[in-house]
């Protein structure tokens, strides 16, 4: 099994960038799509980007064009870069993997944008 662990998170002013990265603790190639979830307080969890195994990407509208999600199967870690962000961006950001099977989770990473 994979255990993935998410990292990066921390206090950002608006309009600044975060990188996030997603580290597995084993090979991501069993992933056929991995992605980042977020959840902010009251909130239900969100989607917001997935990658798949051949390196297709989709983003929801609240951060396409601001967030650029990536994989590096060498690495076994996968990266959400995270540009011009904005205070409705604080949430508590997870990755996630998924086999036919399984969802894999991290526990999460705090991300706090000031205004």
């Known amino acids: 099994q994979v255990q993935l662990v998410e990292s990066g998170g921390g206090l950002v002013q608006a309009g600044g960038s975060l990188r996030l990265s997603c580290a597995g603790s084993?090979?991501?190639?069993?992933?056929?799509?991995m992605g980042w979830h977020r959840q902010a307080p009251g909130k239900q969890r969100e989607w917001i980007a997935t990658?798949?195994?051949?390196?297709?990407?989709n983003y929801a509208r609240s951060v396409k064009g601001r967030f650029t999600i990536s994989r590096d199967n060498a690495q076994n870690t996968m990266y959400l870069q995270m540009n011009r962000l904005k205070p409705d961006d604080s949430a508590v950001y997870y990755c996630?993997?998924?086999?036919?099977?399984?969802?894999?989770w991290g526990q999460g990473t705090q991300v706090t944008v000031s205004s």
């Open positions: 996630n993997g998924l086999t036919v099977t399984r969802n894999y």
């Open positions: 084993g090979s991501i190639s069993s992933f056929g799509a």
């Open positions: 990658i798949t195994s051949g390196g297709t990407t």
